[in-house]
C-alpha cells in the first residue's frame, strides 16, 4: 500500500518568516494530495490541495509544489501569523482493490510561530 | 447545514465493553470513512463506504466494525473492548473519491479511553 513520509515531526518558526514541511510518497499512481490543518481540540480542515496534473498551486499565503518524479511534494507558508499554529497533515490519495480512492496520512507536523 | 456530526464526544470504556459510535452527515455524500488518530502516528483509516449498504476494510481494522444502512449515517461498533483501542476516533465524508469535490469533511472526533 501507499506509505507517506512527513517532515519534520515539528517546526518551530518567528512570526514572519517562511515555514515549509515536506512530504514523500511510494506509490506513483497516487493523484492528488490534499493537506489538513489541524489546531488542538479540533478536527482537521483542508487547507489546500493539488491534483498530480499540476506542479504548483497558490492560494493567498499557502502554496503546494508537487514533484511527481522524485514522488514528493511540500507545504509553503509566507508570512507567518501566530494563528498559523497547528499540526498540518499531508495525505496521498491512491486507487484501492474495490476502485474507490483512499488517502493515506502523513504523522503530521507541529508548526509553532513565536510571537 | 450541520456537516458531520459524531456521537459520543467522549466515552471511558472498560475492557471488554462494547460500545458504537455514531456518525452522520447531511451533506448527502455517497463516501464515508472511520479514521483512528493517535500521537505521532496521524490519521489512520479504520474502515470506510462507498455507498449506502457497503462497507471495506481501511489500514487498520481488527478489533472493529462497521454499518451503513442509511446513507446518511455510518456506524462504528467495538464488541470488545482494548486498551489498544485508547484513541481519538474521527469520521469523514466525501461526495466522491477519485474525482472532482473529493474532499473529506470531518467531524468533531470522539475521544475514546479504554481502561
Known amino acids: 500500500g501507499e506509505n507517506v513520509e512527513q517532515h519534520p515531526s515539528t517546526l518551530s518558526v518567528q512570526e514572519g518568516d517562511s515555514a515549509v514541511i515536506k512530504c514523500t510518497y511510494s506509490?506513483?499512481?497516487?493523484?492528488?494530495f490534499p493537506w489538513y490543518k489541524q489546531e488542538l481540540g479540533k478536527r482537521p480542515q483542508l487547507i489546500i490541495d493539488?491534483?498530480?496534473?499540476?506542479g504548483e498551486k497558490k492560494d493567498q499565503r499557502i502554496a503546494v509544489t508537487l514533484n511527481k518524479t522524485a514522488k514528493h511534494f511540500s507545504l509553503h507558508i509566507t508570512e507567518t501569523q501566530p494563528e498559523d499554529s497547528a499540526v498540518y497533515f499531508c495525505a496521498a490519495s491512491v486507487r484501492s482493490g474495490a476502485g474507490s480512492y483512499q488517502l493515506t496520512f502523513g504523522k503530521g507536523t507541529k508548526l509553532s510561530v513565536i510571537p | 447545514n450541520a456537516g458531520v456530526t459524531q456521537t459520543p464526544k467522549f466515552r471511558v470504556l472498560k475492557t471488554g465493553q462494547s460500545m458504537t459510535l455514531l456518525c452522520a452527515q447531511d451533506?448527502?455524500?455517497?463516501?464515508m470513512y472511520w479514521y483512528r488518530q493517535d500521537p505521532g502516528m496521524g490519521l489512520r483509516l479504520i474502515h470506510y463506504?462507498?455507498?449506502?449498504?457497503?462497507?471495506a476494510k481501511g489500514e487498520v481494522p481488527d478489533g472493529y466494525n462497521v454499518s451503513r444502512l442509511k446513507k446518511q449515517n455510518f456506524l462504528l461498533g467495538l464488541e470488545s473492548a482494548a486498551p489498544s483501542q485508547t484513541s481519538v476516533y474521527f469520521c469523514?465524508?466525501?461526495?466522491?473519491?477519485?474525482?472532482?469535490?473529493?474532499?473529506?469533511?470531518f467531524g468533531p472526533g470522539t475521544r475514546l479511553t479504554v481502561t
Open positions: 493539488i491534483r498530480s496534473n499540476v
Open positions: 506509490d506513483s499512481a497516487s493523484n492528488y
Open positions: 469523514a465524508s466525501s461526495l466522491t473519491s477519485g474525482g472532482l469535490n473529493r474532499e473529506q469533511y
Open positions: 451533506m448527502n455524500h455517497e463516501y
Open positions: 463506504s462507498v455507498g449506502e449498504g457497503t462497507t
